[in-house]
């Protein structure tokens, strides 16, 4: 069975970076979409980026978009996000998820399930706040 660990998140000032990684175990990652998602106190769980198997395409929010970037290493069964130009509006609980699909449509396409489609696998989540 997948499981999902995400690691990397933690306490940044407004403009700084962060890189969040995903360790995927207990099965491989091929063949699977991989996606990020958030979720803010009080707010409902948003998908923020993902990316197809290989690799060769990727989406995102579009209040991310040009600022974050989702990678994958299919050797080392590992996903990663990369946050720059934080802001206090991206905090929340990170976690990244495996899928059969990943959405390349803009957000009002997006189904029930957000940003991936099938979604079998969720990872425990990883805190990131952005304040000053």
């Known amino acids: 069975q997948l499981q999902l660990v995400e690691s990397g998140g933690g306490l940044v000032q407004p403009g700084g970076s962060l890189r969040l990684s995903c360790a995927a175990s207990?099965?491989?990652?091929?063949?699977?979409?991989i996606g990020w998602y958030r979720q803010a106190p009080g707010k409902e769980r948003e998908g923020v980026a993902c990316i197809t198997f290989p690799g060769g395409s990727t989406n995102y929010l579009g209040s991310v978009k040009g600022r974050f970037t989702i990678s994958r290493d299919n050797a080392k069964n590992m996903a990663y996000l990369q946050m720059n130009s934080l802001d206090p509006e991206d905090t929340g609980t990170y976690f990244c998820a495996a899928a059969a699909r990943c959405r390349l449509t803009i957000q009002k396409f997006w189904g029930r399930e957000g940003i991936l489609e099938e979604i079998g696998s969720w990872g425990q989540g990883t805190q990131v706040t952005v304040s000053s």
């Open positions: 207990g099965s491989t990652l091929e063949k699977l979409a």
